[in-house]
């Protein structure tokens, strides 16, 4: 006999400010029988988005980046009913949502743990406590303590903020004066993002010259790490990061492989994620495995809709089954929630771009692009005449298309004829 797991667990999970790929956790809950809850600030750049308005049942309004006052919100939820999960939806609400499971007795990451996933000064600290390699690195607060970490570091190195998201200020320094440059822009950035602002701490550390790809996966309510998928990273020209497409699975070699999900398997119990969806991105240099970061919420710019064309496997129903409880193998869904095959053996988005332009009038290559089989989706970001910002972050994205593949060759080759294809003028 079967049970249909919406019948047998109902009750209520909120999500704290769903960003990006975090609005599928709403979805995913209502698949499972959860009523969902959101606690969003819902105005200016945290504005939920009206298509995600349908899969919300209750939404309390609430500066959540006010620990105080959500935390009264969330007590008062939990007394009024109840609460059999609360989950981030965006990493800048990890630790909070951490301290609230703590506080509400829900299954959440270990609050001494929950800093070093997000800072990623914390985050180094304790991988080298654990043995595993890291790039070198130092860390700085001002520009007068720039020279110092460079001296540690050596050039060339990498400069980025300690808990930004996105890219934002992550660059690439070659010498000194480069170095000072890079940070002087991040310390003058007023630029809020869901609310907030850079603070001017930094890590500055060891450049490592190879591919980089993220490890998508969960650990389960029982504290099983089950490794989802491998992305590889298609990033713009340095001395940024810009991520500018994204390739579900890597196409890596079976030794390469099971060098990374050993060396991610340690990484996850170092860092304490004990429950939960974890993204984590690495470099290879010489085909090792080398900690980029980790995050403890699933990948953003559609990574999660990748992995399940690709895999047949839903990150955001994994995510809130481990947060609530549930009993949810990686393979399948529950009966009477639809699991799906694997659409093709790889699935790609790749990210528009215009570069040197300020703005555009039109764009040619879009109506070639929607006709082809392989294309699921195209979408703009920004309407003609609108400002792009410079090519230094996510930011400068003016667009994306998701696609199939059935060979990693051809999923790059795609992406090259996008690029070749697409134009903006």
Avoid at 79 to 93: A, I, K, Q, R, S
Avoid at 128 to 145: I, K, Q
Wanted: net charge negative.
């Amino acid at each position: 006999m079967t049970t249909d797991l919406r019948d047998a667990r109902p009750g209520r999970v909120l999500v704290v400010e769903p960003v990006s790929s975090g609005t599928a956790l709403l979805s995913a809950a209502r698949d499972l029988g959860l009523q969902t809850v959101v606690a969003s600030f819902d105005a200016d750049d945290r504005r939920l988005p009206d298509r995600v308005r349908q899969d919300i049942d209750t939404l309390v309004t609430v500066d959540t980046n006010d620990e105080t006052a959500l935390t009264q919100a969330a007590i008062r939820l939990h007394e009024d009913g109840g609460l059999l999960g609360v989950l981030p939806g965006f990493e800048f609400y990890v630790p909070v949502v951490a301290r609230l499971a703590a506080r509400l007795g829900l299954a959440g990451v270990a609050e001494d743990s929950v800093e070093q996933v997000r800072d990623k000064t914390a985050m180094r600290q304790r991988i080298d406590a654990a043995g595993l390699r890291v790039p070198r690195w130092a860390p700085a607060s001002s520009a007068a303590e720039l020279d110092a970490a460079a001296d540690h570091v050596g050039f060339p190195c990498v400069l980025k903020p300690t808990d930004s998201a996105g890219s934002v200020h992550v660059s690439r320094a070659d010498t000194r004066a480069g170095l000072h440059r890079a940070y002087r822009l991040l310390a003058s950035d007023s630029r809020p993002d869901l609310g907030r602002r850079l603070d001017g701490r930094v890590l500055v550390e060891e450049y490592l010259d190879g591919p980089e790809v993220s490890v998508e996966g969960c650990v389960s309510a029982t504290g099983e790490v089950a490794i989802v998928a491998v992305t590889r990273k298609l990033l713009g020209p340095e001395p940024y990061f810009v991520e500018l497409g994204h390739i579900v699975q890597a196409g890596l070699s079976t030794t390469e492989r099971d060098a990374v999900e050993a060396y991610v398997t340690e990484v996850v119990a170092a860092l304490g994620v004990r429950v939960g969806p974890f993204h984590c991105e690495l470099r290879l240099p010489g085909g090792e495995p080398v900690l980029i970061e980790l995050g403890a919420r699933m990948g953003g710019d559609h990574i999660p809709d990748l992995v399940r064309l690709a895999t047949g496997i839903s990150l955001p129903h994994l995510a809130v089954a481990a947060h609530t409880g549930l009993p949810l193998d990686p393979a399948r869904l529950p009966t009477g929630v639809p699991a799906t095959a694997p659409r093709a053996k790889h699935a790609s988005i790749r990210f528009f771009t215009a570069p040197g332009r300020s703005s555009y009038r039109t764009v040619s290559g879009l109506a070639d692009l929607r006709a082809r089989p392989e294309v699921l989706d195209v979408e703009l970001y920004l309407a003609p005449g609108e400002p792009i910002p410079p090519a230094h972050d996510f930011r400068c994205r003016t667009g994306h298309a998701v696609y199939t593949a059935d060979s990693y060759a051809d999923a790059v080759e795609f992406g090259h004829l996008i690029d070749r294809g697409v134009s903006f003028e």
